[in-house]
């Protein structure tokens, strides 16, 4: 699958509906939510439905994550268990306030990935306390699975005692400027939180600018109309384009001579980033 940043649309995994109206949505990434858009007595019956949802991946267009409860809430395990399957192509974790924290449980992933007999599960970590922001660096480093990082704005304010208010809240900025610094520092991409008034197009819009130019590359929404808005602020830049010719040509010749992994601008690439270069060129 294409490995693009720009939207990351979450889908509430208790909702029947909305899990079979995400087959047709054009975000680069559908993430499956067991956490916040669910309730606790419906977790359960969430974790069923997405996992129903999962068998019928060919009829998904877009990229299939599924984020899971925090560390703190003790229910990542069973989360994953039932997600962990063919046709997931990532996981979100919340909450993330430690590259130690987020160790541990890539190691059940792994152990995941050996029971149901797949591999290459990618993994997105969400900052969303100050010990997360402090932590963002070392966190977005610790795996090779991760390609990006998630801000989490509200819970950041309520970690910090702070009362959201709308546009760029004062309270949020110093996190807000870090992340993508950190993340970009550690080699991997920054997705920006959510815009909560679904109805205020114009203020998605001044958003999305500041977002991009902080250095995101794309942001985390909660409603399919606000697709075509992120996408179009987040359209790929001369940058990223001359990167992605770059990255094919490399690539392409690595693979002819039989090697996978290879460096660019000093980097080193290997299918995943090819995949995002020839998506990115797609746009």
Known sequence: MANLFRSLVFVPGNNPRFLEKAKSISADIVCFDLEDSVPEKEKTKARKLIKSALKQRKHYSANIYARTNSPESGKIESDL????????????????????ELKKIEKTIISLEKKGKISGTRIIPSIESALGVVNCYEIACCSKRIDAVVFGIFDLLNDIGIEYTKGNPRGAKYARYKIPVDVTAAGVYAID???????????????????????????????????????????????????????????????????????????????????????????
């Open 81 to 100: 268990k039932e997600i962990m399957q063919k046709g997931i192509d990532g996981i979100v974790i919340p909450k993330v306030n430690s590259a130690k």
């Open 193 to 283: 939180g959510i815009w909560q008034d679904i109805k205020d197009k114009s203020g998605l819009k001044k958003d999305c600018d500041v977002g991009r130019s902080l250095g995101y590359v794309g942001k985390s929404i909660i409603h399919p109309d606000q697709i075509e808005t992120v996408h179009k602020i987040y359209h790929p830049n001369k940058n990223e384009i001359r990167w992605a010719k770059l990255v094919m040509k490399t690539y392409n010749s690595s693979t002819k001579k039989g090697k996978g992994a290879t460096v660019v601008d000093g980097k080193m690439i290997d299918e995943v980033h090819y995949k995002r270069a020839k998506a990115l060129l797609e746009i």
